[in-house]
């Protein structure tokens, strides 16, 4: 039996305690906030996406994002559901493979988790911030509230510094970087973007489904179809979070970003055109705003038509060629510059964190220091929306757990 600490009661952290304590190690689990998991209680809307049934290595991303697949492969998405099910949690399916608890609520998840951890002596400690690791010999000293806990493994699973109000300060990279070693450098990722767009307030609110192409130094690089929610800083809603990873590391490499939204995706270019010309026929008596709430939503078309400086033609019908054209290419092709990300404080996960390549793919051991191990979202591992990243968290506390 050794005694192990963990650093971090989130995901990778508690399902790390729960593998470790099973295979009978005397497990301390340090938390710095007053109850566990808290990031996971934000999870989903707070119904934590806890999985998805189409796991698969493309969905991650980092420097060497093959690195994951050993922690995929032992803890798989029909092993995830073995796994939950047998602490006791039953769950659902729900849009594109999404795994979430029955109950909908991530609290089943938290609630769960803890009560198998202290079913097995796991020492849960709360309130207690790691402030500093020294390795000494073959042991691990750990600073602690004013005190020093001596330990033969130590595992960090400190998370990243996405959203540090739940707790991942980014004390998991100053760890890695005291005992040797490399971290590469945390940008945001599932991350809404700021847009400096004039007039883009007006829409503020609206929520549809739309096409996102993105761009970036004028060079198509993703497109993606999905909800976008328009905001008073910006864009956000799911199809936003996918491309935002590029967006984020674009901004870090000094380049420019702007999106291209198809505001009507079902329908062509072509089919459009036809419609809005049909249109006319009953636009007399109709201002241009009205007109166009018949297909788009009003605080949309407002957008539009001041942008487009549309506003002084008061009555539809005496819209020109030139200005169908100019709504035609606003509805399919809406280009908006974007200024930047809503930075690490909103983002739901980083990418970037401690490089892989110096730990070992198979038990995620350091190479350089025996018995220290790294889970979670502190790794350079991040995947995309959907239930990806609480997987790996689970897979790779998990193969920590299991291989301590
Ligand atoms: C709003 C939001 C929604 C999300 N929704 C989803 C979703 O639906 N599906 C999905 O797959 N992913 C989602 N994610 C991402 C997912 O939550 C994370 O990838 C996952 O929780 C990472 O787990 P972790 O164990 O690595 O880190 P965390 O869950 O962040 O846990 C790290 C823990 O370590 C503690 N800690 C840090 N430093 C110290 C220290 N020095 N001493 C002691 N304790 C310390 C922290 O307080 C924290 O409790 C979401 C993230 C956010 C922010």
Known sequence: MSRVAIIGAG????????????????????????????????????RCNISNEKINITRYHGESPSFA???L????????????????????????????????????????LIHEARSLHVNVLLESEV???????AEFMLHVNAQTHIFDACVIATGSVAMPTLGSSGSGYDFAKSLGHSVIEPYPSLVQ???????????????MD???????????CQSVQGDLLFTTY???GSAILEVSRKASKAFVDGETVHVVLDLLPNLSREALASLLQKRLSFAKGKSLSLWLEGIIPKKLALFILQREKLTSLKDASSLGAKEMKKILFALKSLRLHVKATKGFESAEVCAGGVD???LDAKNLMSKKIPNLYFCGEVLDIDGDCGGFNLHFAWASGYLVGQSL
């Open 210 to 220: 739309a096409g996102v192409d993105l761009y970036i130094d004028n060079q198509k």
């Open 73 to 112: 492969r032992r803890f798989d998405t029909f092993t995830c559901k073995a796994y939950f099910r047998a602490l006791g949690l039953e769950m659902r399916e729900g849009e594109e493979g999404r795994l979430y608890p029955m109950s909908h609520q991530a609290s089943s998840v938290v609630d769960l």
């Open 356 to 358: 892989v390549r110096e």
């Open 131 to 137: 402030t500093k690791i020294e390795k000494k010999d």
């Open 193 to 207: 973007l700021i847009s400096d767009e004039p007039f883009l307030k007006e829409a503020s609110g609206v929520k």
């Open 11 to 46: 995901a990778s952290g508690l399902v790390c305690a729960i593998e470790a304590a099973r295979k009978g190690h005397q497990v301390t689990l340090f938390e710095k906030n007053s109850k566990v998991g808290r990031k996971i209680l934000a999870t989903g809307n707070g």
């Open 69 to 71: 697949k050993e922690a």
């Open 234 to 236: 910006g864009l956000s």
